[in-house]
């Protein structure tokens, strides 16, 4: 039951999410220009300052309604996503990033009910009348319901959470929201709670007062540096050896799942990366830190171009606090704890017989100890992660490497867990997405489980195992 309540979770998550982080590169650009050419920015500049508006108020509301419609029925639910969110947005004199999530996924969902309706009742050579004017029927209601009656309700919505979101920057509470987010990130949900909860109430208060500390909840690495580094100086076996590279992703690439995994050898160490965020937020609220668009991926880098004139020093502190504090606590349990021998490799301890799961029917499951497999053709692999963009890039190349040394030349993709292609012949995911991957894969496809993204060994055992599957 816990199990298929984290997969929902993780499914829901990744959903919101999945609007948000293909656009991410948008919302950059649009924080770069906020960043140079607002009055408050380094370089000042009332014609430039021109495209700030506009941008936020149309193009990222119809990006996150095109994309969620797209997602939803490819790219005829993106046109009537785009067309139901348009109506929300000049409807609207605040930013509809909330509208964008919901009516894109909406309209989507109702042009395809209507298409399904007329499926069969179609005569030759009228398909493309009734699909235009279809779409164009539908489109035009759903804008209009959006412009005359959904838009006072999102505005009101829009306008609930902003209070409650200034209620807790104003009392204080917000720097406690690490205890809640912190055991998420491990169970990756890190791109759901920051890209599809966090970024939208973000883009609005930085629409009003250029930044927003919400940009910094959870995508300040910092905690998560200061973890890692913990264990590059008093770590043993695999843990010590693999944490430098997993220190240099996460800092300079911000690929934080390479970090979560270090808090699963021992659970009390989670308390570091909690502590050292509550410290930073503390830090950013009393020094009115933030950042003027998202912070993605969570690199020091990324943190730096998108501060915010007069707050670049304020926050790297804010980076450089959650790592200290992290740092301290997490080396205070790891140097108290006498379980970890000096050749204990954690880290690596696979149980092989866990590490392939068949998706097929019951019974169908062979362990990887056996290298007895179900032969079958194999052109396509996957890395799926929760979003497609950061862990699953990273492994894919690992694992593609791998496969090309053991003479397996085949295409190697990285995809979100929720988008898993039908031609995919074999998945690769982490063990905390097992089981949505279970759920979202299609029927018969291997499902070969990884544990430490970092580790070559596990990707040279997969390469194995894939060789041997091959026919």
């Known amino acids: 039951m816990a199990s298929s309540m984290k997969a929902k979770v993780q499914k829901f998550g990744g959903f919101l999410s999945g609007m948000v982080m293909p656009n991410i590169g948008a919302l950059i650009a649009w924080g770069i220009i906020t960043a140079l050419f607002i009055p408050t920015g380094y370089f000042p500049n009332e014609k430039m300052n021109e495209l700030v508006g506009p941008t936020l108020k149309f ?14 029925y490819g790219r005829r639910g993106a046109v009537a ?33 209507v298409d399904k309706m007329f499926e069969g009742h179609v005569k030759p050579g009228l398909e493309m009348l009734v699909d235009n004017f279809s779409m164009g029927i539908v489109g035009a209601l759903m804008m209009i319901a959006g412009f005359m009656v959904i838009t006072p ?58 930044k927003s500390i919400l940009y910094l909840v959870e995508a300040n690495g910092g905690n998560w540096a200061g973890l890692v580094l913990a264990f590059c100086a008093f770590g043993k076996g695999m843990s010590k050896k693999s944490a430098p590279g997993a220190a240099i992703i996460h800092i300079i690439g911000g690929i934080g799942e390479v970090s979560f995994p270090y808090a699963l050898i021992k659970p009390i160490t989670i308390l570091g990366p909690i502590c050292g965020s509550i410290a930073a937020l503390f830090w950013f609220t009393f020094m009115d830190g933030g950042a003027v668009a998202a912070v993605s991926p969570g690199s020091i880098i990324a943190l730096i171009i998108m501060s915010p004139k007069g707050k670049l020093l304020v926050n790297v502190m804010g ?40 998706h097929s029917a019951p019974g169908e499951e062979k362990k990887a100890s056996e290298g007895n497999f179900e032969k079958r053709s194999i052109s396509k692999v996957v890395f799926a992660c929760d979003a497609g963009m950061g862990s699953s890039a990273m492994g894919a190349s690992m694992l593609k490497t791998q496969l090309n040394k053991a003479g397996v030349f085949v295409d190697v993709g990285h995809v979100s867990i929720h988008q898993i292609p039908e031609d995919t012949d074999v998945i690769v995911t982490n ?32 390469a194995e195992q894939i060789k041997n599957m091959a026919k």
């Not at 379980?339 to 590490?355: P, R």
């Open 431 to 462: 063990t905390n997405l097992l089981e949505a991957a279970r759920k979202e894969a299609p029927e018969g496809i291997p499902i070969i489980e990884i544990k430490e993204f970092l580790n070559a060994d596990e990707h040279k055992a997969i």
């Open 59 to 72: 193009l990222v509301p119809l990006l996150f309604g095109y994309t969620g419609g797209y997602n939803v």
């Open 319 to 358: 980076y450089l606090i959650a790592a200290i504090v992290s740092f301290v606590i997490v080396a205070f349990f790891l140097k108290r704890d006498k379980s970890l021998g000096e050749d204990d490799d954690d880290m690596a301890a696979i149980d092989m017989s866990q590490f392939v799961e068949s």
């Open 81 to 113: 996503g785009s067309l139901a969110t348009i109506g929300v947005i000049i409807g609207s004199e605040s930013t509809m990033m909330i509208g964008g999530m919901v009516m894109g996924p909406l309209g989507a969902w109702i042009i395809k009910k």
């Open 153 to 210: 309700l999102f505005a009101a919505i829009t306008g609930f959470l902003t209070v409650c979101v200034n209620f807790a920057i104003s009392h204080n509470i917000l720097p406690f929201t690490p205890i809640f987010v912190v055991p998420g990130q491990v169970l990756f949900l890190n791109n759901a709670i920051n890209h599809g909860i966090f970024t939208p109430l973000a883009i609005e208060q930085a629409a009003e007062t250029g």
